[in-house]
């Protein structure tokens, strides 16, 4: 199994809809970022988390760091087309370099 | 202009042939990293450098070789390539600022060995 674990894997929506998306670590996590990736393209930059209990939001997507620091959410309020594509944690375990979750695959229902 | 290029986007190679994935940034970072992604796997490291004259291996090193020319170009190759090392490949920068380190991604190169 992984170190990062992402759920679900794959997530089919209705447009206008909510959704969550959930990476969880066996580890304490040091810093966690979210990122998405179009098809096609590269990961683009979306959001970082510290400190437990930490919230942050861009637009319509919300990311939170739970108290004990082992798993974090993405919620996404109202989907639209443009929020399709993978989404991707990635940890910080204080090396200096960031361990990936699989990814979870969104596709939005017109 | 994006800020971080690969070149190729895709290329089509036969096993035991000699491969570079070349990357540039104008981003002006010191740390770049090489990662593949499998379905399924998420990416995993290949190597990262922080500097010019800085080269780690990361998770999954064998088989690959990388070269960091400048601050801003971070090459790698696939001495002998084998149909297993077909995935996607991303170069990435970062430059860390306390304790943020985002790392900017490439558009990835899609390598298929046959």
């Known amino acids: 199994s992984q170190e990062l674990e992402q759920s679900p894997q794959s997530l089919i929506v209705q447009e206008g809809k909510n959704l969550t998306i959930n990476c969880t670590s066996s580890k304490t996590l040091y810093g966690l970022y979210w990122y998405k990736q179009k098809y096609g393209e590269g990961l683009i930059f979306l959001m970082m988390l510290q400190k437990g209990g930490e919230e942050k939001s861009h637009e319509k997507i919300t990311a939170k760091l739970d108290e004990k620091k082992q798993q974090s959410s993405l919620h996404i309020t109202a989907s639209q087309p443009s929020h399709a594509g993978i989404y991707l944690c990635g940890a910080d375990r204080g090396n200096y370099q960031l361990i990936w979750g699989a990814g979870t695959k969104l596709i939005i229902k017109p | 202009d994006a800020d971080v290029t690969q070149t190729p986007r895709n290329r089509i190679t036969k096993t035991g042939k000699r491969i570079m994935l070349e990357c540039s940034q104008t981003?002006?970072?010191?740390?770049m990293y090489w990662y593949r992604q499998d379905p399924g796997l998420g990416l995993r490291l290949i190597y990262y450098s922080f500097d010019v004259k800085d080269i780690n291996k990361g998770e999954i090193s064998d088989g690959y070789s990388v070269s960091r020319q400048a601050q801003a170009k971070f090459s790698l190759s696939l001495e002998s390539a084998i149909p297993n090392q077909t995935a996607l490949y991303f170069c990435?920068?970062?430059?860390?600022?306390?304790?943020?380190?985002?790392?900017?991604f490439g558009p990835g190169t899609r390598l298929t060995v046959l």
């Open positions: 990435a920068t970062s430059d860390p600022t306390g304790a943020l380190d985002t790392q900017y």
């Open positions: 981003k002006g970072h010191d740390r």
